[in-house]
Nanobody, 115 residues
Framework: QVQLVESGGDLVQAGGSLSLSCACS????????MGWFRQAPGKQRDLVAI???????NYADSVKGRFTIARDNAKNTVYLQMNSLKPEDTAVYYC?????????WGQGTQVTVSS
């Protein structure tokens, strides 16, 4: 099973920026898709952004124009650049990978945006 390790979560003021990283234990060329989900307290885990093997991307409406997902194939790492952060972006952010018909999750990283 794919192992994922996230990093980059922090406390930031509204309007600020953060970059999250997700290191994958396997060559991401073998992974069908990777993405970021988030879960706020008392809420379900929702898709934030996803990038497919060919490189196409998809974003939640709430983050379009503010967040960018990208990957570095040489480092087997996927990034989430988050700009113009809002208090409602506060959540635990989880990295996800789909490979061989199975999904894998990272342990999550906390992002807190203060107003």
């Amino acid at each position: 099973q794919v192992q994922l390790v996230e990093s980059g979560g922090d406390l930031v003021q509204a309007g600020g920026s953060l970059s999250l990283s997700c290191a994958c234990s396997e060559n991401i060329f073998s992974v069908n898709a990777m993405g970021w989900f988030r879960q706020a307290p008392g809420k379900q885990r929702d898709l934030v952004a996803i990038i497919s093997k060919p490189g196409s991307t998809n974003y939640a409406d709430s983050v379009k124009g503010r967040f960018t997902i990208a990957r570095d194939n040489a480092k087997n790492t996927v990034y989430l650049q988050m700009n113009s952060l809002k208090p409602e972006d506060t959540a635990v952010y989880y990295c996800y990978a789909s490979s061989g018909g199975r999904g894998s999750w990272g342990q999550g990283t906390q992002v807190t945006v203060s107003s």
